[in-house]
């Protein structure tokens, strides 16, 4: 199966299926739940790191490339669900995060205790520039009792690797292999495009210091190399990068199939139309038009230039979709379909995020004792010390935290929603008896939806390969684009809103196929009026 044809499956394993109910998944619950993804249809599964991590930052901080954290299980674990996966036609990508390790990792160790090498692994040094950490805070922690610093863009226990080290390239090389070895087909790379810092570090003040390590040129030369060395000799292994604050110029490199450095990209432009003033930690309603504005001309400048984008609208960092985009106490069935068919029928690879098949949403949390990323309690605390009271502290950490995302997936409306026996590591979100995957598999429409979809991917050259233009760009609610392929061509119209809006469909469409529709099909009209949240495609 080709690239363009697959859809993605997200887990969050800390959150997925317990079965040793010290109430945190692991890799049996995930191999537990293989029949239910496989009835899904889903073709590749992305585990979150799995890997011996401190956990300071939900395990993006590394402390062994090449080992198992025993809260997941064993090595031995981690090969039958490769193989239990295989045998259900899906196959397992891993999370690489090559940018930066757990201070807790022998490397970093080694070069506190005075080791030459090791210090060469790291960006050491004598004076901070003013660059701020995404966490908060400065970018740069003391490095020991040395007089020198060493930068982490994350958490200060996350360094980041020193890559003009040619050292440290052949060591992160050799973990890409050991995983490839070990008959992974999928490398998710974390913050990839940030990896490529320059010789001499300079000050910023734009952006929190970001134009000086983002995209860097260098970058791609990284990339090619990486490709050459490892993942480029198995041309049915699948690659995406997530680059952070990224441009489509740079993700059109990364991408294009003549330049061998990835797959495809996840850019997040498309999730931050709901931060006031470009800021996160705010509310605000999201901004439709210039959501609408990022689809299309990411659509339709990957689509002319080679380049191809990874889909998505949840992950592990991010609140549910349904939160922000839709109005979810009256629509969300019809606002999940929406929203799963405005990707799943575009240009580019559709990702699921656990529990986006059954219309999951936030947790309504009364304290911000209950969050547990270090994310949210530092933004809380910042905002706070910003003049916000507590409870209007509270009430933007609620809309914008990652632990939105990373709540137990609801398997059903036992306790603990059937995820653990024990006591989950994070609270469950209360409305599980109503939402959860015995019900929807029962008598849900999201999830059947969602089968739908994936079908229509593997079926119809002309969705998975087909060019994207946009279609009534300055339409105000809804957003609607056309495929091209080999002389078929389909027209997709979704509604962002909950009301009726009138849309103009070309004629050539009238007497078209209709290929899905959220609502019961009505005779197609010149001006034809939408229904609260639809999604149409129709096939010429």
């Given at each position: 199966?080709s690239?363009?044809?697959?859809?993605i499956?997200?887990?969050?394993?800390?959150?997925?299926?317990?079965?040793?109910?010290?109430?945190?998944?692991?890799?049996?619950?995930i191999?537990?739940?293989?029949?239910?993804?496989?009835?899904?249809?889903?073709?590749?599964?992305?585990?979150?790191?799995?890997?011996?991590?401190?956990?300071?930052?939900?395990?993006?901080?590394?402390?062994?490339?090449?080992?198992?954290?025993?809260?997941?299980?064993?090595?031995?674990?981690?090969?039958?669900?490769?193989?239990?996966?295989?045998?259900?036609?899906?196959?397992?990508?891993?999370?690489?995060?090559?940018?930066?390790?757990?201070?807790?990792?022998?490397?970093?160790?080694?070069?506190?205790?005075?080791?030459?090498?090791?210090?060469?692994?790291?960006?050491?040094r004598?004076?901070?520039?003013?660059?701020?950490?995404?966490?908060?805070?400065?970018?740069?922690?003391?490095?020991?009792?040395?007089?020198?610093?060493?930068?982490?863009?994350?958490?200060?226990?996350?360094?980041?690797?020193?890559?003009?080290?040619?050292?440290?390239?052949?060591?992160?090389?050799?973990?890409?292999?050991?995983?490839?070895?070990?008959?992974?087909?999928?490398?998710?790379?974390?913050?990839?495009?940030?990896?490529?810092?320059?010789?001499?570090?300079?000050?910023?003040?734009?952006?929190?210091?970001?134009?000086?390590?983002?995209?860097k040129?260098?970058?791609?030369?990284?990339?090619?190399?990486?490709?050459?060395?490892?993942?480029?000799?198995?041309?049915?292994?699948?690659?995406?990068?997530?680059?952070?604050?990224?441009?489509i110029?740079?993700?059109?490199?990364?991408?294009?199939?003549?330049?061998k450095?990835?797959?495809?990209?996840?850019?997040?432009?498309?999730?931050?139309?709901?931060?006031?003033?470009?800021?996160?930690w705010?509310?605000?309603?999201?901004?439709?038009?210039?959501?609408?504005?990022?689809?299309?001309?990411?659509?339709?400048?990957?689509?002319?230039?080679?380049?191809?984008n990874?889909?998505?609208?949840?992950?592990?960092?991010?609140?549910?979709?349904?939160?922000?985009?839709?109005?979810?106490?009256?629509?969300?069935?019809?606002?999940?379909?929406?929203?799963a068919?405005?990707?799943?029928?575009?240009?580019?690879?559709?990702?699921?995020?656990?529990?986006?098949?059954?219309?999951?949403?936030?947790?309504?949390?009364?304290?911000?004792?209950?969050?547990?990323?270090?994310e949210?309690?530092?933004?809380?605390?910042?905002?706070?010390?910003?003049?916000?009271?507590?409870?209007?502290?509270?009430?933007?950490?609620?809309?914008?935290?990652?632990?939105?995302?990373r709540?137990?997936?609801?398997?059903?409306?036992?306790k603990?929603?059937?995820?653990?026996?024990?006591?989950?590591?994070?609270?469950?979100?209360?409305?599980?008896?109503?939402?959860?995957?015995?019900?929807?598999?029962?008598?849900?429409?999201?999830f059947?939806?969602?089968?739908?979809?994936?079908?229509?991917?593997?079926?119809?050259?002309?969705?998975?390969?087909?060019?994207?233009?946009?279609?009534?760009?300055?339409?105000?609610?809804?957003?609607?684009?056309?495929?091209?392929?080999?002389?078929?061509?389909?027209?997709?119209?979704?509604?962002?809103?909950?009301?009726?809006?009138?849309?103009?469909?070309?004629?050539?469409?009238?007497?078209?196929?209709?290929?899905?529709?959220?609502?019961?099909?009505?005779k197609?009209?010149?001006?034809?009026?939408?229904?609260?949240?639809?999604?149409?495609?129709?096939?010429?």
């Open positions: 199966m690239l363009q044809e697959k859809v499956y997200q887990i969050y394993p800390k959150s997925f299926q317990d079965t040793d109910q010290n109430g945190i998944g692991d890799l049996a619950g191999i537990q739940r293989l029949p239910y993804l496989h009835k899904l249809g889903v073709d590749m599964l992305w585990l979150s790191p799995i890997y011996p991590s401190p956990q300071k930052d939900n395990g993006y901080d590394i402390s062994d490339y090449c080992g198992i954290d025993p809260v997941f299980g064993t090595m031995q674990d981690f090969e039958k669900l490769i193989a239990a996966a295989k045998s259900c036609g899906i196959e397992i990508m891993v999370d690489m995060v090559l940018n930066h390790v757990s201070t807790a990792h022998p490397w970093f160790q080694k070069a506190l205790a005075g080791d030459e090498k090791y210090q060469d692994y790291f960006i050491l004598d004076a901070p520039t003013d660059w701020i950490s995404k966490f908060g805070g400065s970018a740069w922690a003391p490095f020991g009792d040395t007089g020198k610093y060493y930068l982490h863009l994350y958490d200060p226990s996350q360094a980041d690797l020193n890559w003009r080290n040619p050292r440290v390239r052949e060591e992160l090389f050799k973990v890409v292999d050991f995983w490839l070895e070990k008959g992974v087909k999928g490398l998710r790379f974390d913050v990839l495009n940030v990896i490529g810092k320059d010789t001499v570090l300079k000050d910023n003040p734009v952006d929190d210091g970001k134009p000086e390590y983002t995209d040129p260098v970058t791609h030369d990284y990339l090619q190399e990486l490709n050459r060395a490892t993942f480029g000799k198995d041309p049915s292994v699948v690659t995406v990068g997530e680059m952070s604050s990224t441009t110029e740079n993700c059109i490199l990364y991408t294009r199939p003549d330049r450095e990835l797959d495809m990209t996840f850019n997040f432009h498309h999730l931050k139309v709901d931060y006031e003033a470009g800021q996160k705010t509310t605000c309603a999201f901004d439709f038009a210039e959501l609408k504005q990022l689809l299309h001309s990411w659509g339709e400048a990957m689509s002319r230039n080679d380049g191809w990874a889909l998505f609208w949840n992950n592990h960092d991010q609140p549910r979709a349904l939160n922000r985009f839709i109005q979810w106490q009256d629509h969300r069935v019809k606002g999940a379909q929406m929203l068919a405005a990707i799943h029928l575009n240009r580019g690879t559709p990702f699921i995020y656990m529990g986006e098949e059954l219309g999951m949403l936030d947790p309504d949390y009364a304290d911000i004792t209950d969050y547990v990323d270090i949210a309690q530092n933004a809380y605390r910042n905002l706070l010390a910003a003049g916000k009271s507590a409870a209007e502290a509270l009430q933007i950490v609620k809309t914008k935290a990652r632990d939105n995302a709540t137990p997936m609801q398997w059903s409306a036992e603990n929603a059937g995820f653990s026996k024990g006591t989950p590591w994070l609270k469950i979100a209360q409305n599980y008896p109503m939402i959860n995957a015995a019900r929807e598999l029962e008598s849900g429409e999201i059947p939806f969602y089968q739908q979809l994936i079908a229509l991917r593997k079926a119809y050259p002309l969705i998975s390969r087909g060019s994207y233009q946009a279609y009534l760009p300055a339409h105000p609610q809804v957003y609607s684009y056309l495929r091209e392929y080999e002389g078929q061509k389909l027209l997709v119209l979704t509604n962002f809103y909950a009301d009726h809006p009138k849309v103009t469909i070309p004629k050539e469409f009238l007497n078209g196929k209709e290929l899905i529709n959220n609502y019961p099909a009505k197609l009209t010149t001006s034809f009026e939408m229904q609260p949240y639809q999604a149409l495609a129709i096939l010429r």
